[in-house]
């Protein structure tokens, strides 16, 4: 908790909470630590929030689906909610079933409803850089792509979910997220995505917060303009209003051919 007073950041994901029960504890300079329940006799996993004093009276709800999935709900102004799920993914050795899983119980959290959606956590799967044909993964990957990494852009493309981390240019030191335990591996294998390309303004990894973990903070920047936010809306509507005017002024009254003659008169 002292590292958090280093840098700003309304809420915070955790993993690897290890905790045997779900809390909510109230800390002393008034931010409010959420936390869910591992699994198993060793207590692996968990997930948690840690949500700044400035936010905690517009948190509408944190529920969590798992050790592996956690959804907090936050109100905005007038009747926008951000939606932050936040994950621990399976590690290398669970089985490929573990992994499926996780994205199904990743897809129910998914399923709420919100106006902006953030995901956010340590997916255990190394990206790269995008491919041919994707959309929602950047230019900007590190190291190679792996099966895990697959279904994770697999995913990300089905759900409409830009990869945050690929979509910014920054040096290697500003981009690995975890370190082997000889320190000669590193590799990004935490990402931020978000559903909407336009409210995310930067994506990196902390160097100055210290947990004494093998994983590195990564901080997104999200700004969402309300007055932006308006005019992207009244866009879509006219968009869709035009498309269907086209739809409509397309379709052609159709022909139907009767038995009836003409009679000529003599």
Not at 37 to 60: L, T, Y
Not at 121 to 137: S, T
Not at 238 to 250: A, D, F, I, L
Not at 253 to 258: E, G
């Amino acid at each position: 908790m002292e590292e958090r007073k280093k840098i700003r950041c309304d809420v915070l994901g955790l993993c690897e909470t290890r905790g045997r029960k779900e809390a909510s504890i109230r800390w002393q300079d008034g931010c409010i630590v959420r936390l869910g329940r591992a699994e198993g006799a060793r207590s692996v996993g968990g997930i948690g929030f840690i949500v700044s004093k400035e936010w905690i009276s517009r948190v509408a709800s944190c529920h969590f689906i798992s050790s592996w999935i956690g959804v907090l709900n936050v109100n905005l102004s007038g009747k926008s909610t951000l939606k932050i799920v936040q994950t621990y993914a399976p590690t290398s050795a669970s089985d490929d079933d573990e992994v499926e899983e996780f994205y199904r119980q990743l897809d129910k959290g998914l399923a709420m409803k919100s106006t902006y959606t953030v995901v956010m956590g340590d997916f255990n799967a190394r990206v790269g850089h995008g491919r041919q044909g994707e959309e929602y993964v950047g230019r900007f990957g590190m190291g190679e792509r792996n099966e895990r990494g697959e279904r994770l852009a697999t995913m990300a493309e089905a759900r409409q979910l830009y990869m945050g981390n690929s979509l910014f240019r920054k040096r290697e030191r500003k981009r690995w997220t975890w370190i082997s335990p000889n320190s000669k591996h590193r590799n990004e294998i935490d990402y931020i995505l978000v559903d909407k390309r336009r409210i995310l303004h930067d994506v990196s990894v902390v160097t100055p917060f210290n947990t004494g973990s093998d994983h590195r903070l990564v901080r997104a920047k999200v700004v969402i303009d309300e007055k932006r936010e308006k005019m992207a809306y009244i866009w879509r509507r006219r968009k869709n209003v035009s498309e269907s005017t086209t739809r409509q002024s397309c379709r052609k009254p159709s022909c139907r051919k009767t038995g009836a003659r003409r009679r000529h008169r003599r």
